[in-house]
C-alpha cells in the first residue's frame, strides 16, 4: 500500500499550506504515537508555579504557543521559568499575592485559558494595574463571563464593550467573597472564580450547571489551597489566604490531541494506532464514550495514575462506524473534540446530531459554522444548528482547498478529514497547529508510512 503525500509549503507571510494527497489505492494508519502534554495541565502548571512559594518543577509540559503565552506573562510579573522543555521546566515562584506590577502589556496571544485565568489573579491583587490583551481571535472572544463574577466580587475592569471585550485594564483589588452560580459550564469561568478566591478572605463557592475540567481543583489542592467540592451540586469552594507551595508536576498526554488520531485509526481502513500516556481525567473523557457510542474499537491499556491524574495508553482499530446524538451533560467533557467528532460522524452510517454545545461559536473560531463549511467544501452533509450540527455520514469526501480560520483544532480536524478524501487536500493556514500540537505534521506523516 503507498503512502499518502504529505507536503507543507510555508508562503511569503509564513503562513503554511499542508497538502494531503491520498494515493490511488488508499492507505493505512499504522504505528505508535505520544501526544504532547496536556495544554490544560500545562497553563495550570505554570500558574500556580508561578504563584506559589518555592519552586515548581514541571515534566511533560505542552511546548505549544499557549503555553508560552502564560509563561511570557507571569515572567512579566515576577515569576523565574526557565526556558520551557518537555524534560524539565523549574518555576521560582513569588509566594501568593506577590505578582508585581507588570512595566507592559500582559499579551495572551491567543488563549483563552490564559486570558481568564490571570484575570482572576490580577483583579485580586491590591494597589496593582495591569493591561491585558491577544491576537484578533482572542480580542473578539467573550470576556464578560468572567468579568461579570469579578465585578460581583468587587473587581475594577474596563475595556470594550462594557468590559466585556479585551484589552482589559485592570485595577487590583481587595475582593468580597461570592458564591457564583455560573449559567455555563465552563473551567476557565470556574477557574478564574476559584483563583480570585485565593486572595480573598473568606470563602468563594462556585457552581455550575455541569461539571467541566477539574484540573484547577486537583492542582490547587495539591499546591495546599483548602477546597472543597461538591459533586451532588457540581459547586467547589476555596478558602482564602492560605499560602501555595512549589510542587512537582507531571503533565500526561493531552486527550484533546490524541482525539485526532483516535478518529484517523477509526475511520481509515486497516488502521491500528497505539497511543500512549494520555491523560484519562473523567471530566476529559467524553470523546472515548462517544466514539465508543459509535462503534469505535478503542482498548485503553495499562490504566496507572500520575502525579494526580489518570492515565493510560490507548489502541484504536478501524470499524465500522454508526451515527450517535450527543448532547446534554457530556458536553463540557468533549467540548474541544466536537471538531474531530464531527469529521468521525461524516464517516458514520446514518445522521449524527450534536446539540447544547452553543460555546462552539466562540471558541478560538466559531467551530460551529467553520467545520459545517469546510466539511461541506469537502463533499460532506452537514447542517448547522444554532447549538450544534446534523451531519449525515456515508457521501465520500472530495480533496479541495479548505482553511483552519487559524484555529489549531480546526487545522488538524481537517488534516484528518483529508486522509479519507479522495485526490489532494489543501489546508491553508495549518500552522495554526501549532497552539496546542507543534509536531502534528510530522506525526501525521509518520503515521502515514
Ligand atoms: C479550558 C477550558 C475549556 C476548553 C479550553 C481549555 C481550560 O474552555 O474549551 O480549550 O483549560 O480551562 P471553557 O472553560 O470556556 O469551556
Redesign the pocket.
Known sequence: MSASVITLETKENFSQNLVIQQPPNGISLQGQIRVPGD???S??ALMLGAIAQGETEIQGLLLGEDPQSTASCFQGMGASISELNTDLVRVQGIGLGNLQEPLDVLNAGNS??TM??MLGLLASHPGRFFTVTGDNSLRSRPMS?VVKPLQQMGAEIWGRKGGSLAPLAIQGKSLQPTHYHSP????????CVLLAGLLTEGKTTVTEPAL??D??ERMLKAFGAELTTDPETNSVTVTGGNQLYGQKVVVPGDI?SAAFWLVAGAIVPGSEISITNVGINPTRTGILEALEMMGADIQKENEREVAGEPVADLRVRHSHLQSCTISGEII?RL??EIPILAVAAVFAEGTTVIKDAA?LR???SDRIAVMAQQLNQMGAKVTELDDGMEITGGTPLRGTDVDSYTDHRIAMSLAIAALNAQGETTIHRAEAASI?YPDFTNTLAQICG
Not at 455555563?184 to 477557574?191: E, P
Request: aromatic share 0%; charged share 30%; no cysteine.
Open positions: 495544554k490544560s495541565i497553563h495550570r483563552g485559558t481568564r485565568l463571563r455555563i459550564a465552563s473551567a476557565q469561568v470556574k477557574s467541566s475540567r484540573h484547577s484533546s463540557p467540548i474541544d460555546e466562540v471558541k478560538e496546542s
